[in-house]
């Protein structure tokens, strides 16, 4: 709520970790009456769309789109290659993998989890003894969550599936790359990842609504063998549809579509590889401020090891608990919302900074500057010289 007495009037700034700042683009492209279902335009754009949404994702595979948030795309993905009794393998670091597990058990699975808390990587000794103790192959997939966006941890896609290589077990390896995808670097096809699941409203900068699995010949020969799969989730006649209706299985996402074309323009038009670079700059230069911050001891980053940060989402922890007490400050009284505590142990304690998607250096600044004048009006200790420190690491 915005507070009439305030700083706040004037263009508010959401900076949570999804959904993000929507590009004026997109919006414009969505602002238009409904089109024909049956014919033309938003027909003929199907293919264009599904092959640069795979080169975003970086795969020559098949892609199925949904119209449902990233919670529905787990279902979707799972439905597709986990039968009721089948066993899959999740190593948690953070609420979103806990969520994945619990949608699987939902279907009939059983789910192995590996608790590696909320400011921890994976450590994969630990994921190595549980495949290793799997002699029979029962885990038929590895739940994966490339960024946690609970946590902000940033897990090590790579390394997993070379640890999978090694020992050779055949489990599908299934990425989340929700929070991840057009903001850190992620290769489904070079990296070896069989199933990946992404939604429209974080990277990709287009309101929330459609999500996307993608998936490999392997995930698909899992799928062929399935018992039964549920006919709205299946992914067969979605990727490959022969009638326009199969791609949705009923009425396309009319207007999202025209939304995600514009988005993929902007994606596609600066070049994916830039668009990690820009990411990778600005996550710098607001850990810099952060790490500034926590000079004066109250504030510190939920993840020690800049290596498992993501790039999109930066979470903190207060020590004084302040952390809601912060973000009503800067939301009423500046025009910032910030993003909550979620999913760790002291909610109120912590806060998240989103820096996904259409987000650029003066925008990192001026969240950045609205932290910095929260802190100060909350009177909670911290290190001097952020901003100074912030503007310098983006032009280093
Ligand atoms: C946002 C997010 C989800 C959930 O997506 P919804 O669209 O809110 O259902 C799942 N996993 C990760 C990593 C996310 O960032």
């Known amino acids: 709520m915005k507070n009439h007495n305030s700083l706040a009037q004037g263009r ?4 949570i970790p999804g959904p993000s700042v929507i590009p004026d683009a997109v919006l414009q492209a969505m602002h238009r009456p409904s089109p024909n279902i049956y014919d033309g335009e938003l027909i003929e754009m199907m293919p264009a769309l599904t092959r640069d949404l795979c ?7 098949n892609l199925a789109i949904y119209i449902a948030n990233g919670h529905g795309t787990w279902e979707a993905a799972l439905s597709n290659v986990i039968a009721p009794g089948e066993r899959i393998l999740a190593p948690a670091s953070g609420r979103f ?15 192995q989890l590996i608790d590696f808390g909320t400011s921890s990587a994976w450590d994969f000794e630990r ?31 790579p390394t997993l599936r070379a640890l999978l290589d090694d020992l050779n077990h055949p489990a599908l390896l299934m990425a989340d790359c929700i929070a991840s995808l057009g903001c850190d670097r992620f290769e489904m ?19 929330a609504g459609v999500g996307f699995v993608f998936f490999n010949d392997k995930a698909q020969s899992k799928r062929a063998v399935m018992p039964r799969v549920s006919q709205y989730w299946d992914w067969v006649p ?46 710098r230069a607001i850990w810099t401020a952060c790490e500034t911050w926590a000079e004066g001891g109250a504030l510190h980053l939920n993840v020690a090891d800049r290596q498992d940060r993501s790039r999109a989402v930066t979470a903190l922890r207060l020590t004084d608990g302040r952390g809601t ?7 009423t009284q500046l025009g910032l919302t910030l993003g909550i505590g979620l999913g760790m142990e002291d909610w109120d304690g912590c806060f998240r900074l989103g820096h996904m998607g259409h987000v650029n250096a003066q925008m990192v600044m001026a969240m950045l500057g609205g932290v910095e004048t929260g802190l100060a009006a909350l009177g909670i200790p911290r290190g001097t010289g952020a901003l100074e420190a912030a503007a310098a690491a983006l032009v280093s």
């Open 325 to 331: 007490a912060l973000r009503e400050y800067t939301e």
């Open 127 to 157: 994921i190595a003894d549980a495949l290793r103790a799997d002699k029979a192959y029962e885990i038929k997939a590895v739940l994966a969550v490339h960024v946690d966006t609970s946590s902000s941890i940033r897990n090590d896609i």
């Open 55 to 61: 080169r975003v994702a970086r795969t020559e595979h």
């Open 189 to 207: 096809d070079a990296w070896g990842v069989d199933v990946m699941v992404t939604a429209c409203q974080k990277g990709l900068m287009t309101p």
């Open 12 to 15: 508010e700034y959401l900076a």
């Open 238 to 283: 979605r990727a490959n549809p022969e009638l326009f209706y199969q791609y949705f299985n009923g009425t396309a996402p009319t207007h999202h579509l025209y939304g995600l074309r514009a988005a993929l323009d902007i994606i596609h038009a600066e070049g994916i590889e830039q668009v990690w670079a820009r990411h990778e700059r600005l996550a």
């Open 97 to 111: 993998t806990h969520g994945w597990a619990e949608m699987a058990e939902g279907i009939g699975a059983t789910a």
